[in-house]
């Protein structure tokens, strides 16, 4: 939490979000004794993306300003769709963002106690089992311009609900065969008051309840008193829950218990990304992606491994603030805070990153003669040091560095042309060898030895510098390029199958020639390859063949596009 702590100190001087303002005016009063006690309540039915990292900076990090706690607690109460593994996953990615929780907490830890509160519910007349068909009961509803119509059950006299509700718990009826309701107001215009769903059957076996319980809490009837539970003091939603406060309140105030108080803020809509995790579930389902992780998701443990930092998105987290309308942030926001971050920490070295790069001889060099390059790690951070190179008379470089007929200003290798190797020497194109398809196999060069980098006494000024890998000690690799999922802006709000907006060439894999210094890099390692990208070394490395994630392009290509269109 130092980490953290310090970003928090060096933030505090900023105005303060509505949020703030409300837990700072609540401190000054004295409410809640002073306490601020947040949350985070995941469902543990998937993996956490981009927007549950804002929310876990905004609980982590208000408690953490103001001397405060915060609770894990894991919203539990559907086990048909819940599993070990998304608690597990949202643990570590809690902990990946540099935050630790004071209590680790489920819905399920209160399942005696929410029972009881039910039925404290029937006995005040408030509540009663209901033997409709779940269509029969959105019929009852009405619309929001009709009030609702009355159950045929709701009528029915305590005794005969709570009789009725212990047999739910028995298990004496099938999934479906009845619900509890909350007796409130059919004819409110909030939807949410009309009666609605407290408890529902299902014979499934929970992750940490087994087979104990048959009937299981509805979300607006366990959130709300959890909080009350555990003594929140700033329960901290999404704003689609905004509709669901009065309701949160009046469980609240006809059960009598603490006064947890629900806030709601702008939940984080981001370009070219989906967030429903039913869409998300369904790229996995269906092999549109490799899982979870696969970095082009929007997951954490997809930017964790496509390379981000949890600093970058705590980062990002901040720069886009708490607010209280909807709006539609730029993913390129978040690429400019991990490209900002990268560029300070990362080295720079060199990678041929070409199906087919082209081999460079340069023919005055000595046959058999290695000579080692001294390179600057990163020219951001004059502590990095230096790095040894190896360089030899053989010397791979991309397809792109060569162009047989170039254009006015081009500035990289061609026929009679002169280039600069990065931290080595100036080499002229002096013959094109070509297969018998004609295509460039080959370039046979000369170099000018008086030429190498850091003591050039050559005199000779090139504008072309390019980046190179020697072929006796290049190590091999794949070489992933991410790019964004889907090709339209807002595929939420687009009207297709989200999956005809996907991007075909969100993922290319291309070979990879890497400098000898990358040999033993190990998974999670990031690094800029000079002129092309930031990347890191991906889990899938083995000794035999590394594998590079892209992160990042080094510039916003996307911006290029936008103004296209």
Wanted: net charge negative.
């Amino acid at each position: 939490m130092a980490e953290v702590s310090k970003e928090s100190n060096e933030k505090a001087e900023r105005s303060l979000n509505f949020i703030e303002q409300i837990v700072e005016e609540d401190i000054a009063s004295g409410k809640n004794g002073g306490r601020v006690h947040t949350r985070f309540p995941p469902e543990p039915n998937g993996y956490l993306h981009i927007g549950h990292a804002k929310s876990i900076c905004l609980n982590f990090g208000l408690a953490d300003k103001y001397g405060g706690q915060t609770n894990l607690r894991f919203d539990d109460t559907n086990p048909v769709t819940e599993d070990t593994e998304y608690v597990e996953s949202i643990k570590a990615d809690v902990r990946w963002l540099g935050f630790d929780w004071e209590n680790e907490f489920y819905a399920s830890d209160y399942f005696d106690q929410l029972y009881a509160f039910a039925e404290s519910l029937i006995q005040k007349g408030l509540a009663y089992v209901d033997d409709s068909t779940a269509e029969e009961i959105a019929a009852q509803k009405g619309t929001p311009t009709e009030p609702g119509t009355p159950s045929p059950y709701r009528s029915r006299s305590i005794d005969e609900n709570l009789d009725l509700f212990r047999r739910m718990r028995a298990g004496e009826f099938p999934d479906g065969a009845k619900v509890l309701r909350a007796k409130i107001d059919l004819a409110s215009p909030n939807m949410h008051f009309r009666d609605p769903i407290m408890y529902r059957i299902k014979h499934a076996h929970h992750h940490r309840t087994g087979d104990k319980w048959c009937i299981y809490p509805m979300y607006d009837f366990a959130h709300g008193q959890s909080d009350s539970i555990e003594n929140i003091t700033h329960s901290l939603c999404t704003l689609e829950f905004e509709v669901h406060r009065p309701l949160y309140q009046w469980y609240i105030e006809k059960l009598g218990i603490f006064p947890s108080h629900q806030y709601e803020f702008a939940r984080l809509n981001l370009t070219y990304t989906v967030m429903s995790k039913r869409k998300l579930l369904k790229l996995v389902n269906e092999g549109h992606v490799s899982g979870w992780d696969d970095p082009r998701m929007p997951t954490i443990s997809g930017l964790r491994r496509r390379g981000y930092t949890p600093s970058s998105v705590r980062e990002f987290a901040d720069r886009i603030g708490v607010a209280r309308r909807e709006n539609l942030i730029d993913v390129g926001l978040l690429e400019f805070c991990i490209r900002e971050e990268l560029n300070k920490s990362t080295s720079r070295v060199m990678a041929v990153v070409d199906d087919q790069p082209i081999k460079v001889v340069i023919t005055n060099y000595p046959e058999g003669q290695t000579e080692i390059m001294k390179v600057e790690n990163n020219p951001e951070d004059p502590s990095s040091g230096e790095r040894d190179v190896p360089f030899g008379r053989e010397i791979w470089i991309e397809r792109d560095d060569f162009m047989e007929n170039p254009p006015k200003k081009y500035f990289r290798l061609a026929p009679g042309q002169m280039v600069r190797l990065k931290g080595a020497y100036i080499i002229k194109c002096e013959e094109v060898v070509k297969n018998d398809a004609g295509e460039v196999v080959e370039l046979r060069c000369t170099y000018i030895p008086e030429s190498r980098s850091g003591s050039d006494t050559s005199g000779i000024n090139v504008k072309g510098t390019i980046h190179w890998v020697s072929v006796a000690h290049a190590v091999e690799a794949d070489v992933r390029l991410y790019d964004r999922l889907f090709i339209v802006e807002n595929p939420a709000a687009d009207e297709r199958d989200f999956q005809e907006l996907l991007n075909p060439n969100s993922l290319v894999t291309v070979k990879g020639l890497v400098e000898p210094s990358l040999k033993d890099a190990v998974a999670g390692e990031r690094v800029q390859f000079m002129r092309k990208g930031y990347f890191c070394v991906d889990a899938d490395s083995t000794a035999d063949k590394l594998v590079f994630n892209r992160t990042v392009t080094l510039k916003d290509s996307w911006a290029k596009e936008a103004k296209k269109n």
